[in-house]
């Protein structure tokens, strides 16, 4: 979504940026594999960066080429102030221990290479750990920023969906807010391409189906998933990078 403009967003939000990069290969990837991959990765600057637009609240980002769209230390002290931020601090931890569940970037990749699969995709594999560390830190900032893709490319990605600003009560736990936010971005922009309402070479219409166009890329062979939530628990922000 290389538009130069910026879309305002209703509720979730994805952003897509696609490279006219010849289909990278990763030989060693494998369908059934939902271990990280500790191999280097190749960081591309990023050159330009737009915010997609759906009644879904869901934003992508992705760097496409030119026939489509040129597209996160308190000191002790006896002050009760102090002692109430960091029960603050406490109670945030551990909503986040028991929301950010185990094994949910798995689910995550899990999930898109289901969808892959469908299209006879080659799968996934999860990026270093370094770049979901990475997309953790960027959710967070976005987060704080209260911008979609407002740190696209800090983490060297080709494409970025996200799901921006989610109630944290609304769903149990990460794997479920991922799993939710994929499936509406697989099937409800894949919908609009095979109904013929928005067709995947024009650039008008990248903005719309930008999603689901990251996620069935063959030039990408990684992904890193990132959440984070605020401080009070309450709200969250979700990432999903592509390389």
Not at 202 to 228: F, Q, R, W
Request: hydrophobic share 30%; glycine share 6%; aromatic share 10%.
């Amino acid at each position: 979504m290389m538009t130069k403009k910026f879309y305002s967003i209703a509720v979730p939000c994805a952003f897509a940026m696609a490279f006219g990069l010849s289909a990278c290969s990763d030989d060693s990837s494998s369908g059934a594999d939902a271990n990280i991959d500790t191999g280097d990765e190749i960081n591309i600057p990023v050159s330009d960066k737009v915010s997609s637009a759906t009644d879904k609240s869901v934003s992508s980002s992705s760097k496409i080429d030119t026939l489509r769209v040129e597209a996160y230390d308190s000191e002790e002290s006896g002050s009760s102030a102090d002692a109430e931020s960091s029960s603050s601090s406490e109670t945030s931890a551990k909503e986040d221990a028991g929301f950010i569940n185990e094994g949910w970037r798995e689910d995550c990749l899990a999930k898109i290479n289901e969808y892959r699969a469908t299209e006879n995709l080659k799968p996934l594999t999860l990026a270093a750990q370094e770049k979901q560390t990475c997309a953790d830190k960027q959710s967070a900032d976005d987060l704080a920023s209260n911008k979609a893709h407002g740190h696209f490319g800090d983490c060297g990605e080709f494409a970025q969906n996200s799901g921006p600003n989610f109630n944290a009560s609304w769903q149990k736990n990460a794997t479920a807010v991922a799993e939710y936010y994929l499936k509406m971005m697989w099937e409800e922009e894949k919908a609009l391409v095979t109904s013929g309402e928005r067709d995947p070479n024009k650039s008008e219409d990248y903005p719309y189906i930008g999603h689901y166009l990251n996620m069935k890329n063959t030039s990408y062979t990684k992904v890193a998933c990132g959440i984070t939530l605020s401080e009070d628990g309450k709200t969250g922000w979700f990432n999903v990078d592509f390389f």
